[in-house]
């Protein structure tokens, strides 16, 4: 990334907007979750930065904190794929602080070869939708006690190809990236879709994003440098960080706006999904299903029966 072009749009962030206000941002530890952290605090919110990697996270504090002129930021780790781990960081999330004004579930993952999280779901569904909604679930309590609270979850154009394959969900047989990662892209605009149905009435909004094709360390391979070649030769051709984070810093700033509660957003606009992103059915069905996963995990935080009920209220059928 380059630094002096994320500084220079840094300092056209009104200064001390998000005062007082705590936002975690997950991903943090480069690319746009870095843009994001350091554009959140410069607007002068209390920023943590969820990083997989110390050392890693490490050096992306020390340069959001460079960038924004803030100190007010934290680094705290958790590993996505780990639901242990994503428990245990909850747990001292909440311990230490009393409010979530913005949650921001930015971190992804895309893989060629089929991989496996620690609890043995596919990697990227685990990752880039199961992960994040233990996450939010656990964390709901501080974001549904929190005044005017906003959930955003970074999602891609790429949702618009994906299906999501209920009998076949950890895509045991017939794996391929495209289909992998198009179904937890799915599963994004869905989570978000029906958390907002489900949270019908509460002072908290939501919605989800595309960022755009943006140039950053996301497929490449840290143990090969696969990918990097290709990222290489097309970066002209992409977003920066900072411009691909630009949506989700808008949308944890102010929301979604009035009427837009729940919608998928591009270029800081709603946008068209597709087909298969407007089937409240297939939302319900994820929802129970990823409640079912991710069940063990849930107990001994205090959800809001609306988000935990295996069966969708029947007020809201």
């Known amino acids: 990334m380059a630094d002096q072009q994320l500084y220079s749009e840094i300092k056209s962030i009104p200064r001390g907007i998000s005062e007082g206000q705590v936002m975690l941002v997950t991903g943090a530890n480069s690319g746009m979750g870095l843009a994001t952290s350091a554009a959140l605090a410069a607007a002068g919110a209390e ?8 050392s890693r ?3 992306a504090y020390d340069q959001a904190r460079s960038l924004s002129g803030s100190e007010k930021i934290h680094l705290m780790l958790a590993d996505l794929s780990n639901f242990d781990s994503i428990t245990a960081f909850c747990r001292a999330f909440c311990e230490r602080f009393d409010r979530l004004d913005a949650l921001v579930n930015n971190a992804g993952v895309i893989v060629l070869d089929r991989q496996q999280t620690k609890q043995g779901f596919e990697l990227q569904f685990g990752v880039n939708h199961l992960g994040h909604f233990l996450l939010t679930l656990q964390l709901s309590p501080l974001l549904l006690a929190t005044d005017s609270s906003r959930l955003v979850t970074v999602s891609s154009g790429a949702h618009k190809v994906g299906h999501i394959h209920f009998d076949n ?3 045991s047989k017939h794996y391929n990236v495209i289909r992998s990662y ?14 907002t149905s489900r949270i019908a009435g509460r002072n908290i909004s939501a919605a989800s994003c595309h960022p755009g094709a943006v140039a950053t360390q996301m497929g490449i391979d840290r143990q090969t440098g696969f990918g990097r070649g290709l990222t290489s030769l097309l970066k002209p051709f992409f977003r920066t960080p900072s411009e691909g984070a630009a949506t989700a810093v808008q949308l944890a700033l102010h929301g979604p706006g009035a009427g837009n509660n729940g919608k998928y957003f591009y270029n800081g606009q709603p946008a068209q999904t597709g087909k298969r992103a407007n089937d409240p059915e297939a939302a319900q069905r994820l929802w129970q299903l990823s409640l079912e996963l991710t069940g063990p995990w ?3 935080f205090n959800i809001a029966p609306e988000l935990s009920a295996l069966r969708y209220p029947e007020n809201n059928q």
Do not use: W, Y
């Not at 920023?47 to 110390?54: A, E, K, Q, S």
């Not at 198009?182 to 958390?195: H, R, W, Y």
């Open 47 to 54: 920023v943590i930065m969820l990083c997989r990697n110390g």
């Open 57 to 59: 996270g490490k050096a």
């Open 169 to 171: 969900i950890n895509l």
């Open 182 to 195: 198009g179904q937890s892209k799915l599963a994004n605009v869905l989570f978000v879709q029906e958390f």
């Open 298 to 300: 849930l107990s001994g």
